[in-house]
């Protein structure tokens, strides 16, 4: 039996072809020393030529001197003197041109077989000014540069001198071995200072907000995951100030979720028994619709209607269970006894928290007469739970509802004198689980109802929230004529 192929490495090949740092604090030093050393080599090249030049000149000048010298008696100096003078101005032979004579050997030492390479100092173009220090070093043994220069302690057009190249080879070499320790301590020293500089202003607080989103990632209630705020005004700063912010958000969006999720779990588990118990009240509200008695005929009605609601309520598994809302069904619905019947199953009473409605019995809005019941509903309930846990109170206020109309709007205000909304939630009293004022509160009345509100493509907002009371102003599209006039207060 053959053996089984050997299965491949589905792994990508490593492309990297060098070496490079992966921390930032790593690069950046790197970098740093890299570019100041390449600086360093940049200003190699000038430098040589410049040391190089001075040292033409150099022998220039001592064969300057050497020359008046030699011409002071020029017939009593022997062949070992005008060797010892060319000596000590290190030159080969010395040579004057004047407008008079033309070039004129002043002093000749021994000759070289090899023909000087020229170096005129008068006239040096900035190629071959750089240029010649390599030229230098990288000619070969055994040469003689010719060097021309304007004269400084005689009258002549200029002064030309032969010397040999190998002792300013090797000068040269020893001070561009110096340049570069230099640059090169140069370059590592400021390396390590732009380093340090950098790693505690820039990489260091990089390094603390990275971990901290590292930590975030892996456990957002982790209280080592809060990236501190240094206060800095810079773009670190802003930095720091943003993802606090943002990690924020996120835990409350995340504390949310969680919520939602246990809030759709819990309402599927009971969903079942909850209609099963709501069509027992419903078989009983038909026994009672038999009996003949007046007071029963009366509040049948009223049951009925909240039995219908919960009924169609627990079929939709609640909102923000697991369904989303049905689309409204938008149709003119008297807004006065919308309020009115809003208003009993919030449970306002003349004795307690009362409801004035402001709003004549003929005006009419477009909207889902279910869902507007909701909404009012849920505005009221809020206002008298705020009204009742105010002390001092008594558990007595006063809710109004008022209604106006604004290019083609109905504008539905709901105002209590209760204690308003404090500051803290005021940005957030529309999400849900995170905008009640009540430690026992859900927060999602308000969620519910703005959401319904834009399903009719019209909102809810907070107009007002001070210590005299809050207002909200529920809009929806559309003003529909009045039926009749009238006005009724509960």
Not at 130 to 142: H, Q, R, Y
Not at 194 to 217: D, G, K
Not at 241 to 265: F, K
Request: with cysteine; charged share 25%; proline share 7%.
């Amino acid at each position: 039996m053959a053996d089984a192929p050997t299965p491949q490495d589905s792994s990508p090949p490593d492309r990297r072809r060098f070496f490079w740092p992966g921390g930032l604090s790593a690069r950046l030093l790197t970098l740093t020393i890299l570019f100041v050393a390449v600086g360093g080599m940049i200003a190699l090249p000038p430098a040589l030529a410049a040391y190089q030049e001075s040292w033409l000149l150099d022998r220039v000048r001592a064969a300057e001197t050497v020359s008046r010298i030699s011409d002071i008696a020029p017939e009593r100096m022997t062949l070992d003197q005008r060797e010892q003078l060319l000596q000590g101005a290190g030159v080969e032979w010395v040579a004057i041109s004047t407008p008079d004579v033309g070039l004129r050997l002043v002093l000749q030492g021994r000759q070289r077989p090899q023909r000087p390479y020229l170096v005129d100092l008068r006239d040096q173009g900035p190629g071959s000014w750089l240029g010649g220090p390599f030229n230098t070093l990288f000619g070969g043994d055994g040469r003689s540069v010719r060097v021309r220069a304007e004269p400084r302690f005689i009258q002549a057009d200029f002064v030309e001198v032969v010397a040999p190249d190998a002792e300013l080879k090797q000068e040269l070499w020893q001070y561009l071995w110096r340049l570069i320790l230099v640059v090169a301590f140069v370059s590592t020293l400021a390396g390590v200072l732009v380093y340090l500089s950098l790693n505690l202003f820039l990489v260091r607080p990089m390094q603390r907000i990275t971990h901290a989103m590292e930590r975030f990632r892996a456990d957002p209630e982790d209280p080592e995951a809060r990236v501190g705020i240094s206060g800095r005004r810079d773009e670190i700063g802003r930095a720091e100030a943003e993802l606090s912010r943002m990690q924020a958000d996120l835990r409350a969006a995340l504390s949310s979720r969680a919520r939602l999720a246990a809030l759709g779990e819990a309402v599927a588990k009971i969903n079942h028994d909850l209609r099963n118990m709501l069509t027992s009240a419903q078989i009983a509200s038909e026994r009672l619709a038999a009996l003949k008695d007046p007071k029963v005929s009366q509040a049948l009605p009223r049951l009925e209607r909240a039995l219908d609601r919960a009924v169609k309520l627990a079929s939709d598994v609640l909102t923000y269970g697991k369904t989303e809302e049905a689309a409204p069904e938008p149709q003119p619905v008297p807004l006065a006894a919308a309020v009115e019947a809003a208003g009993e199953e919030a449970r306002l009473s003349p004795k307690g928290v009362r409801l004035v409605c402001d709003v004549d019995p003929g005006e009419q809005v477009i909207a889902d007469a279910d869902q507007l019941h909701r909404i009012l509903a849920n505005l009221l309930r809020n206002a008298r739970e705020a009204i009742e846990h105010q002390e001092g109170r008594g558990g007595r206020g006063e809710i109004r509802v008022t209604l106006e109309r604004i290019e083609g709007a109905s504008l539905i205000r709901v105002a209590d004198d209760g204690p308003g909304v404090p500051p803290k939630i005021r940005e957030r009293i529309f999400q849900p689980f995170a905008g009640s004022g009540r430690p026992d509160g859900a927060g999602l009345g308000l969620a519910i109802a703005r959401e319904l509100a834009q399903g009719h493509g019209g909102d809810l907002t907070l107009l007002d929230a001070g210590p005299a009371g809050a207002t909200f102003e529920l809009r929806l599209p559309g003003a529909p004529p009045r039926r009749r006039a009238g006005r009724k207060s509960a």
